[in-house]
């Protein structure tokens, strides 16, 4: 399976980045082949200005040439992953703007579906599951992106994965580059 591996993070040496290492060797062992997206060292502007808004009466508008070529990007692979520290119990602003720009009306909703039939989002939670629990930021996590993003574009292999404690302790981050190589051990080409 071809697969854009999208990674919103600053900095190659982030947990953020190992865990999508992991993440990407592991499918790769198993017949995936992995296109990165670092979305921040190739400057992705994630700012929605006119060009990319949707025009509800015509979802046939044709959009700026970085959202053509990022779509372009996205349709010459058949699955999508998002590997991304959260951010103020969301994602980070230049991945929600990619999303924001990308996943436009008249191509992902909107009378379409987003190309892929399988697009799984793994966020890297810095805190512990308790934590997000206890106030429920989990489920509005799980709610905000898997219903509101990825049913709403129609995916039907859809998956919102948090790997916890990412900066609670050693062990702990290292737990979350194993959970991500078993989440990559799940794929099933
Ligand atoms: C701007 C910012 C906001 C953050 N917000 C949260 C948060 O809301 N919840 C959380 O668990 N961790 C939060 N963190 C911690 C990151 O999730 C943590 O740095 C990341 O998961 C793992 O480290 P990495 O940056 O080396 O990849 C935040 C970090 C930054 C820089």
């Known amino acids: 399976m071809k697969t854009l591996l999208v990674v919103a993070h600053p900095r190659r040496t982030s947990l953020t980045f190992a865990a999508a290492e992991a993440f ?17 060292r190739e400057g992705f502007d994630p700012v929605l200005r006119p060009t990319d808004e949707p025009d509800w ?5 044709v959009y700026s040439a970085q959202v053509q070529a990022e779509v ?5 692979n058949n699955a999508t992953v998002m590997v991304f520290p959260v951010w103020w119990w969301s994602m ?4 929600k703007g990619w999303v924001d720009r990308v996943w436009n009306h008249g191509w992902a909703y909107g009378g ?5 039939r399988r697009v799984w989002m793994i966020g890297i939670a810095g805190t512990s599951a308790e934590a997000y629990r206890k ?14 993003v990825l049913e709403y574009c129609g995916i039907k292999d859809r998956r919102v994965e ?7 302790s050693t062990e702990q981050a290292e737990s979350v580059i194993s959970d991500a190589a ?5 794929w099933a080409p």
Do not use: C, F, M
């Open 162 to 168: 948090l790997l916890y404690g990412a900066i609670e």
């Open 24 to 40: 990407a060797r592991t499918i790769e062992g198993r017949n995936a082949t992995v296109e990165w997206a670092d979305l921040v």
């Open 57 to 61: 009466n015509n979802p046939a508008k």
């Open 135 to 148: 106030r429920g930021y989990d489920d509005a996590i799980r709610t905000q992106l898997e219903v509101g």
């Open 92 to 95: 980070p602003a230049i991945l």
């Open 72 to 76: 372009a990007r996205i349709e010459r």
């Open 112 to 116: 379409r579906a987003y190309p892929h």
């Open 182 to 186: 078993a989440l990559g051990a799940s």
